[in-house]
């Protein structure tokens, strides 16, 4: 008697067990069971996907279409990069190209990568996905796939590159050698989007590094439109090896419009709103105004995600769209439902996702809070770095893995210094950091805040006093220090450090052995430090060096009626 025994062949696998014949699942139900269905571009489980906005993006799909069709396999980049923040529309573009190119029979293959579906957040589905849907279109190359799983059934468990040779490369083969993916009309395009979502990181890379190397040993005439977040993993492995000379890249950014796009779609939803929506009739004539409209263009930064999260919210079918927009625009208290629960999502996310968030904290609250009334010095990376005594290179070090968001720039001046900048791409993101409500861990109080760096900048100022510069430079450190000190403390909350540090920065200004001269306390004691310090002084009962700094300011103002 046969205790076990396999049978394999063409479509399925039988095993004996006792005496018992039982069949197991054929080669085509593994496949099946090793895709993921809601990876398709049509996949009734993603629910009425992102897609672009009538009439926008046009010279963005324009472009796209046009590599797609005009693309020489034996000459041109097979890889097509598209790149840009979080919520820039990426995954909309790839879905309207995956549509357009579905109904001219020109699409091969998607695969839409998502964070939070277990099917399709991981690379261990996506070659059998690809490979599925060639078998749809291709029976002789449903043929060789089926036969290659009967050969081995655990080819979907092995390496990414050995499953492209068997379910992708071999299969196509026939179809290669006659010539048929050299005709433009050909399926030959394979769409990846959000591979960003691929929770891996590793497995990220292992992806493009699969794909490069097939296309570079192989020769392969596919066409691979890869959508995702400059993040950094992705930007290190795409400007790198071979893949920078086998892809166009496409960075979505002001070069296309992005906000004339935006105003488009905002105008066509409330049209779409005073004519449909339920509530209609109590919308007051002429509302919205031109100038709220050109406001949530401003706030949207460029990134659609901003004005589709705003739109969907105000055509609530069971709200008053007037209401809904005060909500908005912080006119009006939301009752339950919070009109940035998308975009708060994502921004939790993001942050989420970093190791040590505490110096991404300190570099981004030091820029905003400071940013309103400093831009042309609290952009400088090396200028943040200074005060808050980071090494030079530790910002951007910090600031690596949060690309979707923002990005530091750096330029060589006409001396050959290094000018580094931040810049932040969605202003959304400062109003989700300052409010606790909705950033929670990750927020920021901005009046303590404020006190911190007040220190802060208290101790540069006994730093720079300590320099061996020209007076000249050594007045205009100094001045700098003061004014930063004044900005921050009129705006802090009064943290016992911060009354330490004010004792202390007191002292060392006032202290008896500096030069008495009125043109010392006219140059280095802005007045409104002198009230502050006045002020606080009093209130700890500190009337000695509070009478000191009265004297202080009486000296300035004889000085400055003197001259």
């Known amino acids: 008697m046969f205790s076990s025994a396999i049978v394999t062949g063409g479509t399925f696998i039988q095993h004996v067990h006792g005496g018992e014949l039982q069949q197991t699942k054929t080669s085509l139900e593994l496949l099946q069971e090793a895709a993921s269905a809601n990876a398709f571009h049509n996949s009734g489980e993603r629910r009425d996907p992102p897609k672009c906005h009538h009439d926008t993006r046009v010279a963005i799909l324009e472009k796209i279409m046009l590599w797609i069709l005009s693309c020489n396999p034996l000459i041109d980049k097979l890889i097509m990069w598209i790149y840009g923040p979080a919520g820039a529309g990426k995954s909309a573009i790839a879905q309207s190209i995956a549509e357009i190119c579905y109904g001219q029979s020109l699409l091969l293959a998607s695969f839409f990568f998502a964070r939070f579906d277990p099917t399709r957040n991981h690379a261990r589905s996506l070659v059998s996905t690809i490979s599925y849907q060639i078998a749809e279109s291709f029976p002789t190359a449903r043929s060789c796939i089926l036969r290659n799983m009967d050969r081995d059934p655990l080819i979907i468990t092995r390496s990414l590159e050995a499953q492209i040779f068997a379910l992708i490369l071999e299969p196509l083969q026939p179809l290669v050698e006659s010539g048929y993916f050299k005709r433009p009309n050909s399926r030959r395009l394979i769409i990846i989007d959000g591979l960003d979502e691929c929770t891996n990181r590793n497995e990220q890379v292992q992806i493009l590094e699969a794909i490069s190397n097939t296309l570079q040993q192989f020769s392969l005439p596919l066409l691979f439109l890869i959508s995702c977040r400059p993040e950094h993993d992705l930007m290190a492995t795409f400007t790198s090896g071979h893949l920078p000379r086998m892809t166009t890249s496409m960075p979505l950014d002001d070069n296309y419009q992005a906000y004339v796009d935006i105003e488009r779609y905002i105008c066509d939803k409330f049209a779409e709103l005073r004519a449909k929506h339920p509530f209609r009739h109590q919308i007051p004539p ?21 004005a589709a999260t705003v739109m969907k919210f105000v055509l609530s079918s069971r709200h008053r769209p007037t209401d809904q927009l005060e909500i ?19 921004y939790m996310h993001i942050f989420s996702s970093i190791n040590n968030s505490y110096p991404v904290l300190q570099i981004l609250a030091f820029q905003m809070i400071s940013k309103s009334k400093h831009v042309e010095i609290t952009d400088h990376v090396g200028h943040m770095e200074e005060i808050l005594s980071m090494n030079p290179g530790d910002a951007e070090i910090a600031l690596c893995d949060l690309g979707s968001i923002l990005k530091v720039t750096n330029h060589s001046t006409d001396a050959g210094v290094q000018d580094r900048r931040l810049h932040i791409f969605h202003a959304s993101l400062e109003d989700f950091l300052l409010d606790e409500s909705r950033s929670g861990k990750f927020h920021i109080d901005a009046p303590s805040k404020h006190a911190e760096f ?16 020209p007076p000249e430079t050594l007045e205009v450190l100094q001045l700098g ?3 930063y000190i004044n900005s921050h403390i009129k705006e802090a909350f009064p943290t016992p450090a911060l009354r330490k540090e004010i004792i202390r920065f007191s002292e060392v200004v006032l202290a008896r052995d500096k030069p008495r001269s009125r043109r010392y306390h006219a140059l280095y004691i802005n007045n409104d430090i002198l009230d502050f310090l006045e002020t606080v002084l009093a209130s700890l009962n500190l009337m000695l060096i509070a009478a000191e700094v009265y004297r202080c300011k009486d000296t300035a103002r004889n000085h400055q009626e003197a001259t």
């Not at 709220?292 to 263009?297: E, G």
């Not at 939301?334 to 940035?340: E, G, I, L, R, Y």
């Not at 007040?454 to 510069?469: D, E, G, N, Q, W």
Request: hydrophobic fraction near 50%.
């Open 328 to 346: 908005v625009l912080g006119i009006r208290t939301a009752n339950c439902a919070m009109p940035f629960a998308e975009l708060d999502a994502l």
């Open 286 to 306: 002429g509302w919205p105004r031109k100038d709220v409209i050109d406001q949530l263009v401003t706030r949207s930064s460029g990134q659609f995600i901003y």
């Open 454 to 469: 007040a220190i802060l900048y208290m101790k540069h100022f006994s730093r720079v006093t300590s320099l061996l510069v």
């Open 481 to 483: 220090s003061l004014f």
